[in-house]
């Protein structure tokens, strides 16, 4: 519905807190949490005190769908046209979308792929025939699907590096299509890869893709540049933050990284300052509106306060960021590091928004 810009009023009755850490954008909250765990046939008494427009449809959510099952019966008797989010939160951040990003004078073409309630951003590359897709972040299918409409054949998945925040879909799409794998040469996983030093590169058609190595925030971490006009930064660079290169680091550890970020960001910004940034992640949900999430390198020095600072201050505020970690990181890391699917539910291990920057 949201994708189809049809009327719908998303109604989350989580608790205040689950709803800080992440929510649907444009969802109204009515916290009727306790009152449904009860099982309180009243648990939507007060409703009317919300602004619901009566003669749309509402699409309640809550976690993991149970609740707001319930939430949506007792609208419907209310007299709402009331349906659930089924999966809840689990099901949403799943939900993905796709943006074409203009890019001018290169045979490429782009197509940013959004799971938009976890802020995980990959891309379809296509160029004469030919397609690479970096940073595979949701179903296989979907990749292959996007292909085929274009015409284009997936030769390439990369991985910019090995992901904490989510379980990367690199090796099952490449095992899907029969593409080669690349990873960042030295990347710790335990599957067979084609390794990417600084300055190898990926012919796709009739465009090149370099591999630019930018440790920090992990220390395999490398960012891609499309025919020189676009560069696939992962989370080593956002449009307004940097990667955090405290996951899997002790204090010191997150020093030394600190201080590569900055070695790293310091090469990204000696590139063309139109050179078109498309990161791994954003930490607004991407909306169902069709906008790329990207901006030129210029832009992104402009809007990211932290480039200001000189190497020990950057080093300073960078190492000693202590945002809470990802939720279940380091299972998920394990996980990456093996290129397997967990044998539970994935968006068990998924759920709760990106936590790769900082500042
Ligand atoms: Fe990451």
Not at 158 to 173: E, F, I, N, Y
Not at 243 to 252: K, M, Y
Not at 315 to 320: D, E, N, Q, S
């Amino acid at each position: 519905m949201l994708e189809q810009g049809a009327p719908v009023t998303v109604l989350d009755v989580r608790p205040e807190d689950q709803r800080t850490e992440w929510r649907i954008p444009g969802s109204v909250h009515f916290d009727a949490y306790e009152a449904l765990k009860a099982k309180d046939p009243n648990a939507m008494e007060g409703i009317e005190g919300v602004d619901l427009p009566w003669e749309l449809p509402v699409v309640t959510v809550c976690a993991a769908g149970n609740s707001s099952a319930v939430a949506a019966e007792q609208l419907r008797e209310r007299g709402y046209d009331a349906l659930t989010l089924e999966g809840g939160m689990k099901s949403w951040s799943l939900a993905w979308n796709t943006a074409e990003v203009e890019l001018p004078e290169t045979e490429a073409q782009v197509v940013q792929v959004r799971r938009t309630g976890k802020g995980c951003l990959s891309y379809l590359v296509g160029s004469g025939g030919g397609a690479a897709v970096i940073d595979a972040a949701v179903d296989p299918e979907v990749y292959v699907g996007l292909a085929e409409e274009r015409g284009w054949r997936i030769a390439h998945v990369l991985d910019t590096h090995v992901h904490a925040d989510h379980l990367s879909r690199s090796k099952m799409l490449a095992d899907l299509v029969g593409a080669k794998l690349y990873m960042p040469e030295g990347a710790p996983v335990s599957y067979p890869f084609s390794p990417l030093g600084d300055g190898g590169a990926v012919r796709i058609g009739a465009s090149r893709l370099e591999a630019l190595r930018t440790p920090g925030h992990t220390t395999e971490s490398t960012s891609y540049l499309l025919d020189g006009k676009a560069l696939f930064t992962g989370d080593t660079l956002f449009l307004s933050a940097v990667g955090r290169p405290d996951l899997e680091a002790s204090p010191e550890g997150a020093q030394e990284k600190a201080r590569a970020l900055y070695g790293s960001l310091r090469r990204v910004f000696g590139l063309d300052g139109g050179t078109l940034v498309l990161p791994g992640h954003t930490s607004e949900p991407a909306g169902f509106d069709g906008e790329p999430v990207d901006a030129p390198l210029s832009e992104v020095r402009g809007n990211t306060p932290l480039l200001g600072e000189d190497e020990e201050a950057f080093i300073r505020k960078i190492a000693g960021h202590v945002a809470p970690a990802p939720e279940n990181y380091e299972r998920i890391v394990q996980l990456n590091r093996c290129g397997k699917m967990p044998e539970e539910d994935p968006t068990e291990l998924e759920a709760g928004a990106n936590r790769c920057a900082a500042g």
